[in-house]
């Protein structure tokens, strides 16, 4: 069964303070792994999507990663306006759907 | 201007009841989805329409009807409404197959 695991669900950082958020992935043949950011009350808007292993993709403090079990968030040097939710998914290749299964979800917090 | 648009954003309701949640897109896209965001804000797929076809339906209730008149809009129908029908509903379109997924505000739903 496609699966995505993000972990941890919270994560608190003081400004300036750089970490990484976990996105493991079980998927029959993987189309694509997509970020999303999703502030309170919102729907998720798009960050990045990676398609293979090794490829890594860049938007301003954010950093995409992709291995072929899980793929990373870092974020370099937060400041406040990087809180929010961030959701990964993935799409499968087979059948074409364009369907998406998404993580929990890691709640950043950057205080100031 | 809004590329997914879906109204009403608030819906508060009683138990028993039939409502309707409109989504429209001006992306131009041909493939339009419902999700469903629970209380843990864990996002699932409820139904996918390609140009009005229906190529999704995630073993959702019958109560749960949508309807797509055309490729621009996709509206939700939900009869005898319950209480754990309780969630955000969120609109989004894509191209088939979906390499990138775009994602309305969203439509808190509350049953009482």
């Known amino acids: 069964e496609d699966q995505v695991t993000q972990s941890p669900e919270a994560l608190r950082l003081q400004e300036g303070e750089s970490s990484s958020l976990n996105c493991s992935y079980t998927?029959?043949?993987?189309?694509?792994l997509f970020w999303y950011r999703q502030d309170p009350g919102k729907g998720p808007e798009f960050l990045f999507t990676?398609?293979?292993a090794g490829e890594e993709k860049e938007k301003e403090r954010l950093k995409a990663t992709l291995t072929k079990k899980e793929s990373f968030l870092h974020i370099t040097a937060p400041k406040p306006e990087d809180s929010a939710t961030y959701l990964c998914?993935?799409?499968?290749?087979?059948?074409?759907?364009?369907?998406?299964?998404f993580g929990q979800g890691t709640t950043l917090q950057v205080k100031p | 201007d809004t590329a997914v648009s879906q109204t009403p954003k608030y819906l508060v309701t009683q138990m028993g009841n039939d409502k309707s949640i409109k989504c429209e897109q001006n992306?131009?896209?041909?493939?339009m989805y419902w999700y469903k965001q629970d209380s843990k804000k864990f996002l699932k797929i409820m139904f996918s329409?390609?140009?009005?076809?229906?190529?999704i339906n995630e073993t959702v209730p019958n109560r749960f009807s949508p309807k797509s008149p055309d490729k621009a809009h996709l509206n939700l129908h939900i009869n005898s409404l319950e209480l754990g029908d309780s969630a955000v509903y969120f609109c989004?379109?894509?191209?088939?197959?979906?390499?990138?997924?775009?994602f309305g505000e969203g439509s808190w739903l509350t049953v009482v």
């Open positions: 989004a379109s894509s191209w088939r197959g979906g390499n990138t997924i775009y």
């Open positions: 998927v029959s043949g993987l189309r694509g």
């Open positions: 990676l398609y293979s």
């Open positions: 998914a993935v799409q499968a290749r087979s059948g074409n759907t364009g369907k998406l299964i």
């Open positions: 992306l131009g896209h041909d493939t």
């Open positions: 329409y390609n140009n009005k076809e229906l190529i």
